[in-house]
C-alpha cells in the first residue's frame, strides 16, 4: 500500500470478515474434537473417507487443506490406530488407496455429531433461505479466487505498417 492509499476498513472488509469466522468455526471445532482425541485435520480426514472411500493421500492433502507429507504422516498413525486401512500394494500407479475400518466409521459417528453441533450454533440465527444464500455467495467466491484465469482479451490484428518510403 502507498501513501495516501486508504486502509482496508477491518469492520467491513468481507475478506477479513471471512478470516474471523474462519478463525470463530476452528476454534470451536478443536474446543469439541480436542476430548475426542482429534484434530480438525483428522476429523475431515475421516469424513472424506466415509463419503469418498478409497481416495490417495494426495487427495486426502488436497481435500483436508494439509500438504501431502502431512497426509502421509497422519494416515499412518491413523493406520497405527487401526482407524484406516491402505492397501499395501497399489492397485493401479502408485497411489494407496485409503478405507476407513469399522473403528473409524465408529470415532466418526461421534466426532460428526460434535461438529454437527458446532455448524447448528454457528447458523442459529439464520433462517434457511439466508443459509441457502450463504452457501451460493461463498461457492461463488471461492471460484472467483479459484477458477483459472480467464485467457488475455483477443487484441484485433493490426496490419503490418508499410516501410518508410525513402525519396531521394
Not at 497422519?74 to 476407513?100: F, H, I, N
Request: charged fraction near 20%.
Amino acid at each position: 500500500m502507498s501513501q495516501g492509499e486508504p486502509g482496508i476498513e477491518l469492520d467491513t472488509s468481507l475478506g477479513y470478515m471471512l478470516k474471523a469466522a474462519s478463525s470463530a468455526l476452528h476454534s470451536a471445532m478443536e474446543a469439541v474434537l480436542s476430548p475426542l482425541g482429534m484434530t480438525i485435520t483428522h476429523y475431515s480426514c475421516l469424513e472424506l473417507l466415509s463419503q469418498r472411500p478409497g481416495l490417495s493421500n494426495s487427495e486426502l492433502a488436497r481435500g483436508t487443506f494439509v500438504t501431502r507429507q502431512s497426509m502421509n504422516v497422519l494416515l499412518k498413525s491413523l493406520e497405527r490406530q487401526g482407524l484406516v486401512t491402505r492397501a499395501a500394494k497399489a492397485p493401479v500407479g502408485r497411489a494407496l488407496p485409503t478405507e476407513l475400518t469399522a473403528d473409524g466409521r465408529r470415532q466418526l459417528e461421534t466426532a460428526s455429531a460434535a461438529v454437527r453441533r458446532v455448524e447448528r450454533a454457528m447458523l442459529a440465527d439464520l433462517d434457511t433461505g439466508e443459509q441457502d444464500q450463504m452457501r451460493r455467495l461463498l461457492t461463488r467466491c471461492i471460484a472467483s479466487l479459484t477458477a483459472p484465469p480467464a485467457p488475455p482479451a483477443a487484441t484485433p490484428p493490426t496490419s503490418p505498417t508499410p516501410p518508410a518510403r525513402r525519396d531521394g
